[in-house]
């Protein structure tokens, strides 16, 4: 049960329902955490706005997703990992034995992609204050610094998801029960 108002569209407030619109279209159904942002329709705005942005980072799809994965799990946010899995799997083309290890904080075997999950996660501890030497690890398996920005940006759009899906006791859809941890 949520705490807080999961919307449909009928239900919505009227400035939310061109986005519960679009995420119902883009998705085939409506995932229960565009159901809580419709509660304030600038903070669904905002993470529709700041998922398209982030979309066209030079971080890859997979990368992209290592970051929310790696957040969510940190944070707790369960929808959220299901619902990355889902892209993951589905849309990155990546590995379930790499999702697996990603659930649990562990190396997916592949050396970039740890690399991102790491300097993700060492972000996410010290509130961007890495020390020189994690930044350095990050740079050295291949990555720059508009790549290391990107990680935090890829980290402010999971934290205003998991934050609100925390707040609201979002939840997990139907449609991604399959992708939760233990299922996958």
């Not at 400035?15 to 304030?40: D, F, M, Q, T």
């Not at 944070?75 to 649990?104: S, Y």
């Amino acid at each position: 049960m949520t705490r807080l108002t999961l919307h449909t569209l009928d239900t919505a407030p009227e400035e939310s329902r061109p986005y519960v619109e679009k995420a119902i279209a883009n998705n085939g159904y409506l995932p229960n955490l565009i159901g809580v942002l419709a509660n304030a329709p600038v903070a669904l705005e905002t993470y529709l706005t700041v998922s398209g942005i982030n979309s066209r980072a030079s971080l890859t799809l997979a990368e992209r997703e290592v970051v929310q994965i790696s957040a969510a799990r940190i944070h707790g946010c369960d929808f959220c990992v299901a619902g990355h899995t889902a892209i993951w799997l589905r849309k990155a083309g990546q590995p379930v034995e790499a999702v697996r290890a990603l659930h649990e904080g562990k190396p997916t075997g592949d050396a970039k992609l740890d690399a991102v999950a790491t300097f993700a996660a060492a972000v996410i501890a010290r509130r961007g204050a890495v020390d020189d030497a994690e930044l350095q690890a990050f740079l050295a398996a291949g990555y720059n610094q508009q790549q290391a920005l990107e990680v935090v940006l890829g980290i402010s759009l999971a934290t205003l998801c998991n934050f609100a899906n925390s707040l609201a006791g979002t939840p997990v859809n139907t449609q991604l029960q399959a992708y939760l941890p233990g299922a996958v």
